[in-house]
C-alpha cells in the first residue's frame, strides 16, 4: 500500500513550535522529493516547502527562517520542524511526495505524485 501519513498537527500559542511527520510506507519516499502545502480558511492551498530527493530545498516566503524541512530515509519520514509560530500559520497542512530530481523544487509546487492526508496546525494569538 502506497501512503503518506501526516501528523503533528495541533493547537500551539503564538511563537510556538510544532514538528510535523510525514510517514512513508509502501513505497521509498527517498528516492522521491517531498513538499508540504496548507490551506487556510478561505484562501487556496500554498505550497510551504519542498526537499528535493538530493537535497535541495526550497520555502515559501512567509515560512523562512522560521521553517525547516527534513527527512530521514532510515525512517522513511520527512518532517517539517515549525518554529515561531504565527496565527496566519493556521492552516491544514498536507505532505506530499513529488518527482525526483534535483530541480524539482525550484517550482516551489511541484507535481504531486502522492498526497498524504492533512493535519490541522492551530496558532492562537
Known amino acids: 500500500e502506497v501512503q503518506l501519513q501526516a501528523s503533528g498537527g495541533g493547537l500551539v500559542q503564538a511563537g510556538g513550535s510544532l514538528r510535523l511527520s510525514c510517514a512513508a510506507s509502501?513505497?521509498?519516499?527517498?528516492?522521491?522529493?517531498i513538499a508540504w502545502f496548507r490551506q487556510a480558511p478561505g484562501k487556496e492551498r500554498e505550497g510551504v516547502s519542498c526537499?528535493?530527493?538530493?537535497?535541495?530545498?526550497a520555502y515559501a516566503d512567509s515560512v523562512k527562517g522560521r521553517f525547516t524541512i527534513s527527512r530521514d530515509n532510515a525512517k522513511n519520514t520527512a518532517y517539517l520542524q515549525m518554529n515561531s509560530l504565527k496565527p496566519e500559520d493556521t492552516a491544514v497542512y498536507y505532505c506530499a511526495a513529488v518527482a525526483a530530481g534535483p530541480n524539482v523544487c525550484d517550482i516551489l509546487t511541484p507535481r504531486v505524485m502522492i498526497w498524504g492526508q492533512g493535519t490541522l496546525v492551530t496558532v492562537s494569538s
Open positions: 509502501g513505497f521509498t519516499a527517498g528516492a522521491y522529493g
Open positions: 526537499l528535493s530527493n538530493d537535497g535541495n530545498t
